[in-house]
């Protein structure tokens, strides 16, 4: 199942044809729209390659576009999920139908050529594939066939070799063990604590030049938590400090990245705010859209969440024309275009036009200078600069 190329200038012309590729003329050649196509949720930034989930004649295709232009580099048949980077590579399930229902092989590919890397047994996979060990692997949870045990394996991105986990633990970062929570790096257990029934575990980075929101002071480093910098990671990968946040059942928890200490609990269930936020210490509960202090648990800052949310930028949020800031929750009435989010795909909302710029880059993705969006009639792209 190779992926297919559209490479050649006359199968770009006929695909640019077919796919209704075609510049917007009030922004300039340069910025463009695929129409006639169905995105499956926002697409993400691959070296210099858009990557995004399709779905055609009921199958579901992983494809490759180019930010400059849209048009189609290659495609593969795929398993629905949300695009993973590892380095420099994508990686998908490959569905093999002829092993059975369920049976799939994970695939690492060049971004822009779509030429397969490396590739795992077919089997059983549980849950999405990740980045570990530092980029220099994919870990995954699988069975060799149905009714087996699930194990954790991981596929070594240089030398292709597929390899179980000591005490099936699959690959880095905050797993289950049992009933303990872990952290877990190259493969050793750092330390253990009670599990406490969370999930959706996101690793918030605290200390000097990691701020808690947009535009917020840097936070005091945790107990015991050297300074980290840099931007969340949610894949599991450990970094120097931080807080790890997990929804529980009845509120949220927050444990302490060097050592486990369990730091804070908060009640109010947690729920998806409905857009994409790249801010993790965002959160809406109990019908509220609030700031948090990744140490303490508390908000800095929380306002009513009532009615759909649409996104204005990178700092702001818009909920049924009110702007609501995401730096102070300062509330003021909402002007001119911006995105609505429908099955995580935009919409443009608001006065008629095109959102700015901050909007784009508040959602979708960003690669060789122009940011890319997913929409219900296809993709949008337009100059980042």
Not at 163 to 184: D, K, Y
Not at 211 to 232: D, E, I, K, L, W
Request: glycine letters at 14%; charged letters at 15%; hydrophobic letters at 45%.
């Amino acid at each position: 199942m190779a992926p297919k190329l559209a490479v050649a200038a006359l199968a770009a012309l006929t695909l640019a044809c077919l796919a209704g590729v075609a510049p917007a003329a009030a922004h300039g050649a340069r910025q463009w729209a695929v129409s006639g196509v169905e995105p499956l949720g926002q697409p993400v930034a691959v070296g210099a390659a858009i990557i995004g989930y399709e779905r055609r004649d009921q199958q579901v295709y992983i494809q490759s576009r180019s930010p400059e232009t849209g048009a189609a580099l290659w495609e593969a048949e795929a398993v629905p999920g949300v695009p993973v980077r590892a380095g420099r590579w994508v990686v998908y399930r490959e569905p093999q139908p002829e092993f059975g229902d369920g049976y799939t092989s994970l695939v690492v590919a060049d971004p822009l050529t779509g030429t397969q890397a490396q590739r795992s047994p077919t089997m059983i996979f549980q849950g999405e594939p990740r980045s570990c060990f530092g980029d220099g692997a994919v870990c995954v949870t699988a069975a060799p066939a149905q009714g087996e045990p699930m194990h954790g394996y991981r596929l070594n991105l240089t030398s292709g070799a597929f390899i179980p986990a000591a005490e099936g633990i699959s690959g880095e970062g905050l797993i289950i063990i049992g009933t303990e929570v872990a952290l877990v790096r190259d493969g050793a257990v750092l330390w253990r604590r009670p599990d406490p029934k969370a999930t959706r575990w996101t690793l918030v980075p605290t200390g000097p030049g990691a701020a808690a929101s947009p535009g917020a002071p840097a936070a005091p480093a945790a107990r015991g938590v050297p300074a980290a910098s840099g931007t969340p990671d949610t894949s599991g990968a450990p970094v120097a400090g931080g807080v790890w946040v997990g929804s529980t059942p009845t509120g949220s928890v927050g444990l302490d990245a060097a050592d486990g200490t369990l730091l804070w609990t908060s009640a109010g269930v947690l729920r998806d705010c409905g857009i994409p936020l790249r801010d993790p210490t965002i959160r809406c509960r109990d019908g509220r859209i609030e700031a948090f202090d990744p140490i303490t648990g508390t908000a800095r800052w929380s306002v009513p969440l009532r009615g759909p949310v649409e996104v204005a930028g990178d700092d702001a949020i818009v909920i049924r024309g009110v702007s609501i800031s995401l730096v102070t929750g300062k509330r003021g009435n909402a002007s001119g275009p911006r995105w609505c989010f429908t099955g995580g795909l935009a919409s443009v909302c608001g006065d008629d036009g095109v959102p700015p710029l901050s909007a784009w880059t508040a959602i979708g993705a960003v690669a060789a200078g122009h940011v890319v969006v997913a929409t219900p009639a296809g993709y949008l792209g337009m100059p980042a600069a």
